[in-house]
């Protein structure tokens, strides 16, 4: 399973930028996880394979929107008034488990990352 994430860049709070995450097949349950320096890989958002269930962290709900398309292999993450916290190396994954977890331990396939920075 090869992923590829791209849109990272620098924004202004409040400001959106929408992530994509390419894969080589779409029958994954699939998520993005971010991780800022000094810490430890944090759960962001989940998709199941169909799209039809999605899951959020609390600091992110309400903000953030995760989606696929799997006719494009492609899975998205829209992130609507950004804040400074948000700044972080995102990286999408996936795995072929069928239960959803919050854990990053529990994805076998991972993407290069890509990095979000959001200035006050």
């Known amino acids: 399973v090869q992923l590829q994430a791209s849109g990272g860049g620098m924004v202004q709070a409040g400001g959106s930028l929408r992530l994509s995450c390419a894969a080589s097949?779409?029958?994954?349950?699939m998520g993005w996880f971010r991780q800022a320096p000094g810490k430890e890989r944090a759960f962001v958002a989940a998709?199941?394979?169909?799209?039809?269930?999605?899951y959020y962290a609390d600091s992110v709900k309400g903000r953030f929107t995760i989606s696929r398309d799997n006719a494009k292999n492609t899975m998205y993450l829209r992130m609507n008034s950004l804040k400074p916290e948000d700044t972080a190396v995102y990286y999408c994954?996936?795995?072929?488990?069928?239960?959803?977890?919050?854990?990053?331990?529990?994805?076998?396939?991972w993407g290069q990352g890509t990095q979000v920075t959001v200035s006050s």
């Open positions: 097949g779409s029958d994954y349950r």
């Open positions: 998709v199941s394979r169909s799209g039809g269930r999605t």
């Open positions: 994954a996936a795995d072929r488990a069928y239960v959803n977890s919050y854990d990053y331990t529990a994805y076998a396939y």
